[in-house]
């Protein structure tokens, strides 16, 4: 049981590149989510999905697109990269309250982290 | 909306020392609530949680008692260890919410 999985571990892009950061769970978790971490601002909430097929807008959106065609995967894409997109990357997983309470979200579990440096 | 508010680090300890990182919430109804810890170059791991008032979780040591009057969930140690050097992050769910809400963090250095 690996868990969520995240790749790459250490990521630097130019300025206006773009690149796709691949999550993965195996704990069949119908939510999942995207954070970016900031020295001294926290988890920020970027994209979340409570199932396949569904994905919401979180905290900092803007620069950012998901999808959610599987479970078990939900990658985070960067249109074009921006020096202010440096930071750490993390995905998390939970179960959710199922088909009678959805959008309630247990305890999640976070993946290693995406370090991105953009320049 | 619902918040979480925890004490703003770092907090700097001896070894064997007692901590306290205090956390107090806002929310609407009874939310679940959890405590994280990431150390250095890691992702965030649960620690303990707690889903109703009077709860009490525990973990390694640690403890926080789900205090529904004061609405807070503050996370207590007898003894710390140079091992426990790390981030910790006070969060709730709400039954509303369909997020998890985090606190800022609380830097922990122990000393040897």
């Known amino acids: 049981n690996a868990g969520v999985t995240q790749t790459p571990k250490f990521q630097v892009l130019k300025t206006g590149q773009s690149m796709t950061l691949q999550c993965a769970q195996d704990?069949?978790?119908?939510?999942m989510s995207w954070y970016r971490q900031d020295p001294g601002m926290g988890l920020r909430l970027i994209h979340y999905?409570?199932?396949?097929?569904?994905?919401d807008q979180g905290e900092v959106p803007n620069g950012y697109n998901v999808s959610r065609s599987t479970t078990e995967d939900f990658p985070l894409r960067l249109l074009s990269a921006a020096p202010s997109q440096t930071s750490v990357y993390f995905c998390?997983?939970?179960?959710?309250?199922?088909?009678?309470?959805?959008?309630?979200?247990?305890?999640?579990?976070f993946g290693p982290g995406t370090r991105l440096t953009v320049t | 909306g619902d918040s979480v508010t925890q004490m703003e680090g770092p907090v700097t300890l001896s070894e064997e020392a007692f901590l306290t990182i205090n956390c107090t919430y806002t929310?609407?109804?009874?939310?679940?609530l959890f405590w994280y810890v990431q150390y250095p170059g890691e992702g965030l791991q649960l620690l303990l949680k707690?889903?109703?008032?009077?709860d009490k979780g525990s973990n390694k040591g640690f403890e926080a008692t789900y205090r529904k009057e004061t609405t807070s969930f503050h996370l207590e140690k007898g003894s710390v260890q140079v091992s426990d050097s790390a981030v910790y992050f006070c969060?709730?769910?709400?039954?509303?919410?369909?997020?998890?809400?985090f606190g800022k963090g609380t830097r922990l250095h122990i000393l040897p």
């Open positions: 998390a997983s939970s179960y959710s309250g199922g088909t009678s309470h959805p959008r309630v979200v247990y305890e999640q579990y």
């Open positions: 704990m069949n978790h119908e939510y």
């Open positions: 999905s409570v199932g396949a097929g569904i994905t």
């Open positions: 929310a609407t109804g009874y939310p679940s």
């Open positions: 707690a889903t109703k008032a009077d």
């Open positions: 969060a709730l769910s709400g039954p509303r919410d369909d997020k998890i809400i």
